[in-house]
């Protein structure tokens, strides 16, 4: 099993900046590559970013178009932590965020369906005023 814990949400204005923390516990040698996805009231769960990571110490990374340039996906091996920093936010990037895990490698093919994922956070909710 995996445990992630997200910290890191908030409120803030329009063009601001936020960054998220996801703290991966128990068996995590498991996990292969790890993603954001987000939530707004009423909408399907979306993703956001992701970030995958070999043996060799090769990492990918895939943003969500309305991401890119904006969110930048990172990862702490030893910490077992991912990070997504936020920033130029807009309101429509409100929404609960969650993070997850997923145990298959794919390299560089990003995944990007909830269903690939294997273990969720609790998830955070970041809210973007105008």
């Known amino acids: 099993q995996v445990q992630l814990v997200e910290s890191g949400g908030g409120r803030v204005q329009a063009g601001g900046s936020l960054g998220l923390s996801c703290a991966a516990g128990g068996r995590t040698s498991r996990s292969a590559a790890m993603g954001w996805f987000r939530q707004a009231p009423g909408k399907e769960r979306e993703f956001v970013a992701a970030i995958s990571w070999s043996g060799g110490g090769t990492y990918y990374r895939d943003y969500r178009d309305s991401a890119k340039g904006r969110f930048t996906i990172s990862r702490d091996n030893a910490k077992n932590t991912v990070y997504l920093q936020m920033n130029s936010l807009k309101p429509e990037d409100t929404a609960v965020y969650y993070c997850?895990?997923?145990?298959?490698?794919?390299?560089?093919?990003?995944?990007?369906?909830?269903?690939?994922?294997?273990?969720w956070g609790q998830g955070t909710q970041v809210t973007v005023s105008s």
């Open positions: 997850a895990a997923r145990t298959l490698y794919t390299g560089s093919r990003i995944r990007i369906t909830p269903g690939d994922y294997d273990y």
